[in-house]
């Protein structure tokens, strides 16, 4: 399962030599940035000149080099330091939060019967992370403060059917009727004073300036919230509401620049403090308000995700341009994707997939039970690469930890951290506030944790752990679609290591021998861990990855 190597303190070749790692680990060039020097050096040079800063760093306690992506340290080290190079987990497929394959129950605001959907649905649900309702508004909230969530049984069972298997909830809520089954505004709003802008094809749409239409719908998103602002249960929250499907493309309403920005900064900042602990998203590049007013008035406003809705769809949708718009604000904004087609051919789901993986996408859809089934039975190794590499994988390829060590000594703990997916995990949102952390984990007998050491230096954050491999799909002269999908040798290939220092103390450790187990923690709630490693390592009840054992008592000194 591991090797064992003995490496009684770290030096800067040694980080290159660890089995599995590229010569890239150090690279020269980052030091010759680092020491602000122009061109190449002779070895000789190379090594008294790094000595000669090392010496004058370690004069000053705890000072850190960093040549990102890895850490250099010249901290005091304990004695007898072991190296644990661990293989990766290229097989399980994790359901780990904010990432995975998507199941649709409604295409255009129709809500299926719960029982039917789930029959169709549950062989395929099993490939997925996260069941996405569209849903209109008036189907919601058919009557003025009843909610479909507290009185309508077939919607909370269609809800409760995604939890009792394993997947996460995400919404999007929408009040045009163009396009759905039934009028998406609910009528009521529309006798108490929301004015009419336009004649849909299935029912009035509403002048979303008003104040009497705004007034009513931030009370039914704050209802919304108090029902749904749970990360355990929600992996997102659209705030996209308005024009055909949601897709804010507002075609049935002129709006001068104020009103851009009064509507978008108040749907954005509604939305956001009404779910204060799940990511919302919204649909970007759009048509109505551009690139910078999208910075300005959402993402600013608190709205923490691009999605994008009808990825190489027929006719352009997602175009060069707007991959530009979303690249460049990747990975500080994640990224939700969407295939264009209900019922995509297996040139279309290629398409889909290998933009989705260039966009860097966390989320792409199997939609409904017939498109999941044509996904999985007919196209399972496409299924299987975005299970794998959609949203992020993190690996550890070492750790490093002493055999024995003094009680209530300090002590260091390192790792070597990867990130084989596209995407990125979105510590960095308000609504998740940096909960994440790695940590190393003394734990006794029956797997319980004695001690935990976090990772809690900013430089470390799970956010800033994205893959350097970017995936170029090749595009067809004839077609324009992306083809040629990689492999999943393709991740075999350089990547970016991160260096992870965990100082620590023992004090209040009794003596004794223990476990060592790794782990990426909430620290919002009690350190509960539910991002698995992908690591073949022994894994506890309670999702600690073991990989190896510290004896704690006076058979070890720092030096």
């Given at each position: 399962?591991?090797t064992w190597h003995?490496?009684?303190?770290?030096?800067?070749?040694?980080?290159?030599?660890f089995?599995?790692?590229h010569?890239?680990?150090?690279?020269?060039?980052?030091?010759?940035?680092?020491?602000?020097?122009?061109r190449?050096?002779?070895?000789?040079?190379?090594?008294i000149?790094?000595?000669l800063i090392?010496?004058?760093?370690?004069?000053?306690?705890?000072?850190?080099?960093?040549?990102?992506?890895?850490t250099?340290?010249s901290e005091?080290?304990?004695?007898?330091?072991?190296?644990?190079h661990?293989?990766?987990?290229?097989?399980?497929?994790?359901?780990?939060?904010f990432?995975?394959?998507v199941?649709?129950?409604?295409e255009?605001?129709?809500?299926p019967?719960?029982?039917?959907?789930?029959?169709?649905?549950?062989?395929n649900?099993?490939y997925?992370?996260?069941?996405?309702i569209?849903?209109?508004?008036?189907?919601m909230?058919?009557?003025?403060?009843?909610y479909a969530?507290?009185t309508?049984a077939?919607?909370i069972?269609?809800?409760?059917?995604?939890?009792?298997r394993?997947?996460k909830?995400a919404?999007r809520?929408?009040?045009?009727?163009?396009d759905?089954?039934r009028q998406?505004?609910?009528?009521?709003?529309?006798k108490?004073?929301?004015?009419?802008?336009?004649?849909?094809?299935?029912?009035?749409?509403?002048?979303?300036?008003s104040p009497?239409?705004?007034?009513?719908?931030t009370?039914?998103?704050?209802?919304?919230g108090?029902?749904?602002?749970?990360?355990?249960?929600?992996?997102w929250?659209d705030?996209?509401?308005?024009g055909n499907?949601?897709?804010?493309?507002?075609?049935?309403?002129s709006?001068?620049?104020?009103?851009?920005?009064?509507?978008?900064?108040?749907l954005c900042?509604?939305?956001?403090?009404a779910?204060t602990?799940?990511?919302?998203?919204m649909?970007?590049?759009?048509?109505?308000?551009s690139?910078?007013?999208?910075?300005?008035?959402?993402?600013?406003?608190?709205?923490?995700?691009?999605?994008?809705?009808?990825?190489?769809?027929p006719?352009?949708?997602?175009?060069?341009?707007?991959?530009?718009s979303?690249?460049a604000?990747?990975p500080?904004i994640?990224?939700?994707?969407?295939n264009g087609?209900?019922h995509?051919?297996?040139?279309q789901?290629q398409?889909?997939?290998?933009?989705a993986?260039?966009?860097?996408?966390?989320?792409l859809?199997?939609?409904?039970?017939?498109a999941?089934?044509?996904?999985?039975q007919?196209?399972?190794e496409?299924v299987k690469?975005?299970?794998?590499?959609?949203?992020y994988?993190?690996?550890v390829?070492?750790v490093?930890y002493?055999?024995?060590?003094?009680?209530?000594?300090?002590?260091l703990?390192?790792?070597?951290?990867q990130?084989?997916?596209?995407?990125?995990l979105?510590n960095n949102?308000?609504?998740?506030n940096?909960k994440?952390?790695f940590?190393?984990g003394?734990?006794?007998?029956?797997?319980?944790?004695v001690?935990?050491?976090?990772?809690t230096?900013?430089?470390?954050?799970p956010?800033?752990?994205?893959?350097?491999?970017?995936?170029?799909?090749v595009?067809?002269?004839?077609?324009?679609?992306?083809?040629?999908?990689?492999?999943?040798?393709?991740?075999?290939?350089?990547?970016r290591?991160?260096?992870?220092?965990v100082?620590?103390?023992?004090?209040?450790v009794?003596?004794?021998k223990?476990?060592?187990?790794?782990?990426?923690?909430?620290t919002?709630?009690?350190?509960?861990?539910?991002?698995?490693?992908?690591?073949?390592a022994?894994?506890t009840?309670?999702?600690?990855?073991?990989?190896g054992?510290i004896?704690?008592?006076?058979?070890?000194?720092?030096?």
């Amino acid at each position: 399962m591991w090797t064992w190597h003995n490496t009684p303190e770290v030096m800067l070749k040694s980080l290159n030599d660890f089995p599995g790692h590229h010569p890239t680990l150090l690279p020269r060039h980052r030091f010759r940035c680092l020491l602000n020097l122009s061109r190449p050096l002779h070895s000789g040079i190379w090594i008294i000149s790094i000595s000669l800063i090392i010496f004058l760093l370690t004069l000053t306690y705890g000072f850190r080099i960093q040549a990102s992506p890895v850490t250099i340290i010249s901290e005091p080290v304990q004695s007898g330091d072991v190296t644990v190079h661990l293989t990766p987990d290229i097989n399980t497929v994790f359901r780990n939060p904010f990432m995975g394959w998507v199941l649709y129950p409604c295409e255009n605001g129709d809500i299926p019967n719960a029982s039917a959907y789930w029959a169709s649905q549950n062989a395929n649900a099993r490939y997925a992370s996260t069941c996405y309702i569209r849903v209109l508004w008036s189907e919601m909230e058919p009557r003025e403060g009843v909610y479909a969530w507290n009185t309508d049984a077939n919607f909370i069972a269609l809800y409760q059917g995604a939890l009792n298997r394993g997947l996460k909830l995400a919404f999007r809520v929408y009040v045009n009727s163009e396009d759905v089954p039934r009028q998406a505004t609910p009528q009521w709003a529309f006798k108490d004073g929301v004015p009419i802008i336009h004649q849909g094809n299935d029912g009035p749409d509403p002048d979303i300036t008003s104040p009497i239409f705004q007034r009513k719908y931030t009370t039914f998103i704050k209802a919304f919230g108090a029902a749904f602002n749970d990360p355990s249960k929600v992996n997102w929250m659209d705030a996209s509401t308005f024009g055909n499907w949601g897709e804010m493309n507002v075609n049935s309403q002129s709006l001068n620049a104020a009103q851009r920005q009064q509507t978008l900064t108040w749907l954005c900042t509604t939305y956001a403090s009404a779910f204060t602990r799940v990511p919302t998203a919204m649909n970007f590049p759009g048509d109505t308000w551009s690139n910078a007013e999208y910075d300005s008035w959402c993402f600013d406003k608190e709205c923490t995700a691009m999605r994008r809705d009808g990825l190489a769809g027929p006719y352009g949708w997602v175009n060069t341009k707007q991959e530009k718009s979303i690249l460049a604000r990747w990975p500080q904004i994640p990224f939700i994707a969407e295939n264009g087609f209900q019922h995509p051919n297996a040139a279309q789901q290629q398409a889909a997939l290998a933009q989705a993986l260039f966009l860097h996408a966390n989320f792409l859809d199997l939609r409904q039970p017939r498109a999941a089934a044509n996904w999985i039975q007919k196209k399972p190794e496409w299924v299987k690469i975005f299970n794998l590499y959609g949203g992020y994988r993190f690996v550890v390829r070492f750790v490093m930890y002493p055999r024995m060590i003094t009680a209530n000594s300090r002590i260091l703990l390192r790792a070597g951290m990867q990130n084989w997916g596209v995407g990125v995990l979105p510590n960095n949102l308000k609504p998740w506030n940096n909960k994440y952390k790695f940590a190393f984990g003394l734990l006794d007998a029956t797997g319980n944790p004695v001690k935990i050491f976090i990772d809690t230096a900013p430089e470390d954050d799970p956010s800033h752990w994205t893959n350097s491999t970017l995936y170029t799909p090749v595009m067809d002269r004839t077609s324009k679609l992306p083809v040629g999908l990689m492999t999943e040798d393709y991740w075999l290939n350089y990547n970016r290591t991160y260096m992870l220092n965990v100082p620590g103390n023992l004090t209040g450790v009794p003596e004794g021998k223990y476990n060592l187990g790794i782990a990426v923690v909430d620290t919002s709630n009690a350190n509960k861990i539910d991002i698995s490693l992908a690591v073949n390592a022994p894994r506890t009840a309670s999702g600690w990855r073991l990989v190896g054992s510290i004896s704690v008592g006076h058979g070890g000194t720092i030096r």
